[in-house]
């Protein structure tokens, strides 16, 4: 301020500036004799405002060590005031430092970078899928590694693995979910500040398909239904797709995600297979949740499109799917054959229908259609690529086929099939009417009477690998050998000249030798009648046997029939009118002794 003179002015005002120095010292001395030697010197009280709380920004009356936060960078001054035990103010100190900028951690992933799905970046779902290499970049801002501040990095991958590169490029052993930290740290400052993200690494990309659910070859319309899906183990974990992009071929393109869900007040969890439709929609497909695309036109008739489905999980991981749909009928070509049809015999149906090379996917839907002779009446249908169908009778009968695949148009064929007249199988065996088994003991000789009709030539078949042309022969069946017993089919097929064939059959059942079978009177036990027809009866030879446990086989040696008697020592009667007629095996224990067995016949069928 200088010296001032201030005659007859009761007081005066000044003002302090502080240098640049970091320790400033003043003095005020106040004459009002300006007579010298200026001796009466008045006490002057400086009265500074105190503007502490309105730019102070942090204060405190803590008598030891004190932490603070800055909140901005620069040069910030500290004041330090002492006060004595009675209050009265003692010393100033008086001191500024230098607070530089914090370096904020921050780091994404390339694949997150560069993912286009508003909804995963909202979420920031960090992550790829197994075997990919991450590119992680240092977005910290700030961040430098000159001067002034020298920073330095740390990234700790969770799995063990570190890195000091600004950029790593890092690959994960496993699937699973990581913590990835970035540290940065200032040498100057040793300020420290570490950033941890959760990074999801799925065990496989989602697998990319797609189906039509309908396609118009006349109008264009097309309805595609999304079959896209997470692998399940990942599933499991919370993965899900978000984003669905289609490309059509023809310029439109469609794309939804789980956000665009959610805008529509869906459950965002909702896990959906979007139809996607190409043209007018139906009441019911206007009405269902999960149509997306309502303003798709139609596709152009009679052409070939490259349809790609685009898709992404949470961490935006992601595979593709193109399929070549044809709305081109000649692109189906629709073709069958059928081997020579006689009446009363199944007619096998060969489909030989194909696609043209550059569509995708094969024929894989198929419609037939059996028309009566009078090519209107309905005789049966199927969805078979290659049917089995039996006419009836003699004829000309219309069978239609419509054959398309799953990327392609519907195209039908009909042809007429001539069924033929058939010859007709059947034979008897002398002295063993009926259709029932044939039942014997080993060896046992058969002589075959052949009812056949409309036939030129036959072919037995014995079922031991033998076989006759003759028109009625006489056959010996022997049991294979180490067995007791076995079954033999014997079918006769009966040929007309028309080349069609008829078949019948007859099942024969052969024993061991009737002479191994022992009595049961071996075992004081009798039994009557035998032949029986509706009850069988077991009386005790002499005296009483205290157990006594009965079992009937057919001639295969399965049981058909078991009952025990305790203390046998009266006649017992077994109820056996159920049983068909045939030859059976009785088996009787006694306990301690092994089953005798005995042959019998029900319904009035002798022994042999």
Not at 104 to 133: E, H, K, P, R, Y
Not at 572 to 580: K, N, R, S
């Amino acid at each position: 301020m200088g010296t001032q003179n201030q005659a007859n002015r009761p007081c005066f005002a000044a003002s302090l500036e502080l240098d640049n120095s970091n320790w400033f010292y003043f003095a005020i001395n106040r004459h009002p004799n300006q007579v010298p030697p200026f001796n009466d010197n008045e006490l002057i009280r400086v009265d500074f405002p105190n503007l502490c709380n309105a730019s102070t920004d942090v204060a405190s009356t803590a008598s030891g060590n004190i932490q603070f936060l800055r909140q901005a960078a620069g040069r910030n001054y500290i004041n330090l005031r002492t006060f004595d035990a009675n209050g009265n103010p003692g010393r100033v100190y008086t001191d500024s430092i230098e607070v530089i900028d914090a370096v904020t951690g921050a780091f994404t992933i390339s694949n997150f970078a560069n993912c286009s799905d508003g909804l995963v970046q909202a979420l920031g779902n960090l992550g790829d899928c197994f075997g990919q290499s991450i590119q992680f970049n240092n977005l910290s801002p700030g961040f430098t590694t000159g001067a002034p501040y020298f920073n330095t990095l740390l990234w700790d991958f969770g799995d063990g693995q570190t890195s000091t590169l600004q950029n790593p490029l890092h690959t994960f052993t496993a699937p699973g979910e990581y913590e990835v930290k970035l540290t940065i740290n200032n040498a100057e400052v040793a300020c420290s500040n570490t950033l941890t993200q959760v990074v999801k690494i799925r065990s496989a990309p989602p697998q990319a398909n797609f189906t039509i659910r309908s396609l118009d070859c006349e109008t264009g319309k097309v309805v595609f239904e999304d079959l896209s899906q997470v692998p399940v183990a990942d599933a499991d974990l919370g993965s899900i797709l978000t984003r669905r992009t289609w490309l059509f071929g023809d310029g439109q393109t469609f794309s939804a995600g789980r956000n665009d869900i959610a805008s529509l007040g869906l459950d965002p969890s909702f896990k959906y297979n979007n139809w996607i439709v190409r043209g007018p929609k139906t009441s019911e497909e206007i009405n269902n949740i999960e149509v997306q695309a309502q303003n798709l036109l139609v596709f152009e008739p009679g052409q070939r499109y490259t349809v790609s489905l685009n898709i992404n999980n949470e961490v935006c991981c992601g595979a593709s799917v193109s399929q070549v749909i044809s709305l081109d009928p000649t692109d189906t070509q629709t073709n069958f054959s059928f081997l020579n049809a006689c009446a009363g015999a199944p007619t096998s149906f060969e489909d030989l229908s194909q696609l043209a090379e550059a569509v995708s996917g094969d024929i894989d839907h198929w419609e037939w259609t059996f028309f009566d002779t009078d090519g209107t009446t309905l005789l049966g249908t199927s969805t078979l690529q290659n049917p089995v169908f039996t006419f009836a009778s003699p004829g000309t009968y219309p069978v239609r086929l419509v054959a398309r695949g799953t990327f392609a148009c519907p195209k039908e064929l009909t042809q007429n099939v001539s069924v033929l007249p058939n010859a007709i199988s059947a034979f008897a065996v002398l002295n063993e009417p009926g259709l029932s088994p044939i039942n014997g003991f080993a060896p046992l000789t058969l002589s075959f009477n052949n009812l056949s009709q409309n036939a030129t030539e036959y072919e037995w078949d014995f079922g031991d690998g033998q076989i006759s042309t003759e028109l009625a022969p006489t056959y010996t069946f022997q049991l294979p050998a180490g067995q007791d017993q076995a079954s033999f089919e014997v079918i006769l097929k009966a040929f007309n000249a028309n080349g069609c064939v008829s078949l019948s059959s007859r099942q024969v059942n052969i024993v061991g030798n009737p002479n191994a079978l022992t009595s049961p009177e071996e075992l004081g036990v009798l039994i009557a009648p035998n032949p029986f027809e509706q009850v069988l009866r077991l009386m005790p030879a002499s005296a009483p046997i205290p157990h006594l446990d009965v079992k009937i086989t057919d001639m295969l040696g399965r049981e058909i029939y078991r009952q025990g008697f305790s203390q046998f020592s009266q006649t017992q009667t077994m109820e056996l009118g159920h049983l068909p007629a045939g030859l059976y095996l009785l088996l009787l224990d006694t306990g301690g002794k092994k089953p005798k067995p005995k042959s019998c016949a029900a319904n009035g069928r002798h022994c042999p």
